[in-house]
């Protein structure tokens, strides 16, 4: 199984804090309406049928729904993140479909059935991205679209995705992040191209630690996207 199980630990041990906004996941509550937008605006929720790879307690999952996702199904290996997300439906109103699955093991089942496929600050805690990667373009359909968020690796994103965010300004608990499993946007362009889809895009993600605020923009030395599009 494509999975390391520290990682699975690390944030099944969190899974109770994924909506508080004050919690560690507090990042991904900020940043989650700049990417549900661009999404949006790349693909057009209304209506597809999408899948969130990696969705830990349905955050993004959750405001696809809200979006207009016709179907919108959630896959994560963590039992504790998807029963507070299972939970978080009944407060919210919404529709997700989670199961407990690897992107392979779902591929093997469920390939070219969703419009949309995300996988979100996920690639960086696996042990074999390209693999996750060769997923995401199985379970998309011709034509369908493909988004990506991760972390570059050099000494900016060592700088600022490690040492500030996890000592500094303490916005994600220490070891959250393994600098060795960060992936350069060539890397991740590869192993698009491997797995036949096309990047059309490639934007980047800062955070001003003096206003606190959020944004994307042409800087992707540290945390990046991708939008990327399976061949008709």
């Not at 989670?98 to 591929?107: D, K, P, Q």
């Not at 390209?130 to 995401?136: D, G, H, R």
């Amino acid at each position: 199984m494509n999975a390391d199980p520290a990682e699975l630990q690390k944030f099944s041990e969190l899974a109770h804090r994924w909506w508080d906004t004050t919690s560690e996941f507090k990042p991904l509550h900020e940043i989650n309406p700049l990417r549900l937008d661009w999404i949006d605006r790349n693909a057009g929720l209304a209506g597809k049928r999408v899948l969130d790879i990696g969705c830990g307690g349905g955050i993004l999952s959750e405001s696809m729904a809200a979006a207009g996702a016709h179907v919108t199904t959630g896959i994560d290996l963590s039992e504790k993140a998807l029963g507070v997300a299972r939970l978080h439906l009944f407060e919210s109103g919404q529709k997700v479909d989670y199961h407990h699955a690897s992107a392979e093991e779902f591929a093997a089942q469920h390939a070219e059935e969703f419009d949309i496929v995300t996988c979100m600050e996920m690639l960086e805690h696996v042990p074999d991205p390209a693999s996750t990667v060769a997923a995401c373009a199985q379970l998309v359909r011709p034509g369908g679209d493909v988004f990506f968020s991760t972390i570059n690796r050099n000494f900016k994103a060592y700088l600022f995705a490690v040492l500030g965010a996890e000592y500094i300004l303490k916005l994600l608990p220490r070891g959250t992040h393994d600098y060795a499993k960060f992936i350069r946007p060539s890397e991740l362009a590869r192993y698009c191209r491997q797995a036949a889809l096309e990047t059309t895009e490639l934007l980047g993600m800062s955070y001003n630690p003096l206003t606190h605020v959020y944004s994307l923009g042409n800087d992707t030395d540290v945390n990046y996207l991708v939008h990327a599009k399976r061949a008709p």
